[in-house]
């Protein structure tokens, strides 16, 4: 079943500016991840919070996480048109089996 | 160095076929997946081998068997192909099964098959 829902579904900005995106999942969860899939390509994984911890970062990317109402954000700062991309949220659930439960992703496109 | 890497890239294939994907990763990771990518991008887990042993069939048809001759391959093979699994299949893995309560690792994932079923 489809744990991680992603907001928006697409978005386009100019480059420089910043990109959020939302995920909401629906179950307890070990760790929500997110990744990047350029167009016709596999999957690459971008970073990885736990249920224990309420932000992370990367580079120019910002991770929350608020286990009380199940969603995470990532932020892309100082974009670049090298960003355009779908990226998706993956959560490992509680309890369960070795699986990462995808969304349905947010296309993003970044103009330059 | 290709870390996961599956082949062929594209398939073509009539309907009622059988066919085969393969892949294998170089990371000496102990846990391997098979997902399947429909046309609206949506990603789901269709199985999950930990050393050579499934853990995880995600009530996929009979029609695929994956087969793991060892830790580092896990093969998809599907009888009988239908119209409805033309899709992009993606071989993942990762270090290691971290048991029921916890899983604290990423996911690599091969460059995907793209099949389609004419």
């Known amino acids: 079943s489809q744990q991680g829902e992603e907001d928006p579904q697409a978005l386009s900005i100019q480059e420089g500016e910043n990109a959020t995106m939302n995920c909401s999942y629906k179950?307890?969860?070990?760790?929500l991840q997110w990744y990047r899939q350029n167009s016709g390509r596999g999957l690459v994984h971008l970073i990885l919070i736990r249920s224990n911890e309420r932000e992370k970062h990367s580079g120019r990317l910002r991770v929350t996480l608020d286990t009380s109402k199940k969603s995470s954000s990532l932020l892309i700062t100082a974009s670049r048109a090298a960003d355009t991309a779908s990226y998706f949220c993956?959560?490992?659930?509680?309890?369960?089996?070795?699986?990462?439960?995808f969304g349905k992703g947010t296309k993003l496109t970044v103009n330059p | 160095d290709t870390a996961v890497s599956q082949t062929p890239k594209y398939l073509v294939t009539q309907m009622e076929n059988d066919k085969s994907i393969k892949c294998e990763q170089n990371?000496?990771?102990?846990?391997m997946y098979w997902y399947k990518q429909d046309s609206k991008k949506f990603l789901k887990i269709m199985f999950s081998?930990?050393?050579?042993?499934?853990?995880i069939n995600e009530t996929v048809p009979n029609r695929f068997s994956p087969k793991s001759p060892d830790k580092a391959h896990l093969n998809l093979h599907i009888n009988s192909l239908e119209l409805g699994d033309s899709a992009v299949y993606f071989c993942?893995?990762?270090?290691?099964?971290?048991?029921?309560?916890?899983?604290?690792?990423?996911?690599?994932f091969g460059q995907g098959t793209r099949l389609t079923v004419v």
């Open positions: 993956a959560t490992a659930t509680q309890g369960g089996s070795e699986k990462l439960v």
């Open positions: 993942a893995s990762s270090p290691r099964w971290a048991g029921p309560s916890a899983m604290n690792t990423e996911a690599f």
């Open positions: 081998y930990n050393n050579k042993e499934l853990i």
């Open positions: 179950t307890s969860i070990n760790n």
């Open positions: 990371l000496g990771h102990d846990t």
